[in-house]
């Protein structure tokens, strides 16, 4: 019985094979080492890629956020500010105004640390030496004498 596949409308009889992708290269052409296979190869076009791999500038929000909570309020609030601004910026694409504000919260957080330290040793400072002078008055005023007040 013949084939009922090979008697469909528009389909050639038999199906040619596929031709030849080509003629064996020349003698000598690519490179071949003794009781190996010859690899043949051609320059091939390369593509300059070039990769711009962008970092994000520091936004030293812990930093502005420690130097808010213990060192001086006022100024601390100032460098939050500025760091919550640096990842905004950059993601907007504006670079250098990211840098900026990275580099504004950076001083901003300092100044409040440097800040903070000379309250702090002020205070630590003149706190004892008026409660020293108003204890030292008041002890001149119950003894009468207006020595230490001129």
């Known amino acids: 019985m013949a084939d009922p596949s090979k008697d469909l409308p528009g389909q050639p009889a038999e199906v040619p094979p596929p031709a ?3 003629t064996a290269p ?3 052409y690519g490179y071949s080492m003794a009781g190996q296979t010859t690899i043949i190869g051609a320059p091939q076009p390369m593509a300059m890629t070039t990769i711009i791999h962008k970092t994000t500038p520091s936004n030293y929000l812990g930093l502005a956020i420690f130097s808010m909570l213990c060192c001086f309020l006022p100024t601390g609030i100032v460098a939050v ?3 919550a601004q640096v990842d ?5 694409g ?3 105004a990211a840098r900026d504000y990275s580099e504004k919260a950076k001083c901003w957080s300092i100044a ?6 000379i309250v702090d040793v002020l205070l630590v400072i003149v706190i004892p030496v008026v409660w020293f002078l108003v204890l030292a008055g008041a002890a001149a005023d119950a003894a009468g004498d207006d020595y230490y007040w001129g």
């Open 20 to 22: 030849a992708y080509g």
């Open 26 to 28: 020349p003698p000598g």
């Open 81 to 83: 500010v500025y760091a």
């Open 88 to 92: 905004g910026a950059f993601a907007s």
């Open 94 to 96: 504006d670079e250098g």
């Open 112 to 117: 409040t640390i440097v800040t903070g330290v």
